[in-house]
């Protein structure tokens, strides 16, 4: 199946900062990529998607890029604000099923 | 539109008990997921429900849990009897279409499940 990998475990950086989370995946199957926001005591939240006829997507101040080839796929948020300090869940997802492959989870700390 | 509502939100239970927990989706989503987060780990799929019925179970880690849709709309995943590595985040999500669509997921809460 499916094994998705996510770096960092922890990110600090400081506010007005950019910051990188990269994930890669083992099966090339796999084509629609998401990003989830988890703050504290809340519910993951879809922050920004990606499909793999796409190398990259921008909503604001967050992007993600694609590469199919190497299989990974990263998370960039510019201009970091306290308020972006959650944890970020990369996922990915086969075309033929439902489920979703998450990654283990990047804890971001925006210090003001 | 209400979102996914789970709970409880918390639950403390000794090793052997039981421990039922619910999820409401969104009205009108007939996909329904349940997931769980182990202690630092990724969050791991469990099952998938559309309407009433079990489309993919494979996620489910042993005979110890037995999820339910009846009707189709709330679902419940029962523990019993929870083991100590039980515990962890139980997630639930639903979703209109598939969630590879253009839809994806709607998470809820999650209800942090502690056996001790």
């Known amino acids: 199946g499916e094994n998705v990998e996510q770096h960092p475990s922890t990110l600090s950086v400081q506010e007005g900062d950019s910051a990188v989370i990269k994930c890669t995946y083992s099966?090339?199957?796999?084509?629609?990529f998401p990003w989830y926001k988890q703050e504290l005591g809340k519910r993951p939240q879809l922050i920004i998607d990606?499909?793999?006829?796409?190398g990259e997507k921008k909503d604001q101040r967050i992007a993600v890029t694609l590469n199919k080839t190497a299989k990974h796929f990263s998370l960039h948020i510019t201009e970091t604000q306290p308020e972006d300090s959650a944890v970020y869940f990369c996922?990915?997802?086969?075309?033929?099923?439902?489920?979703?492959?998450f990654g283990t989870g990047t804890s971001l700390t925006v210090i003001p | 539109e209400a979102g996914v509502t789970q709970f409880p939100s918390h639950s403390v239970i000794e090793k052997g008990q039981t421990v039922t927990l619910r999820c409401d989706p969104i009205?009108?989503?007939?996909?329904l997921y349940w997931y769980r987060r182990v202690m630092g780990k990724e969050i791991k799929f469990l099952l998938h429900?559309?309407?009433?019925?079990?489309?993919?179970e494979s996620g489910m880690p042993n005979n110890r849990f037995l999820a339910e849709r009846t009707g189709g709309t709330y679902s419940t995943l029962k523990v019993q009897p929870a083991e100590l590595e039980d515990s962890g985040v139980y997630f639930c999500?639903?979703?209109?279409?598939?969630?590879?669509?253009?839809?994806?997921?709607?998470f809820g809460s999650g209800t942090r499940l502690t056996v001790v």
């Open positions: 999500a639903s979703s209109r279409g598939t969630a590879w669509g253009n839809y994806g997921y709607t």
């Open positions: 099966d090339s199957a796999s084509n629609y």
């Open positions: 990606i499909r793999s006829n796409v």
């Open positions: 996922a990915a997802s086969i075309s033929t099923g439902n489920q979703f492959y």
């Open positions: 009205s009108g989503h007939d996909n």
């Open positions: 429900f559309v309407k009433e019925s079990k489309q993919d």
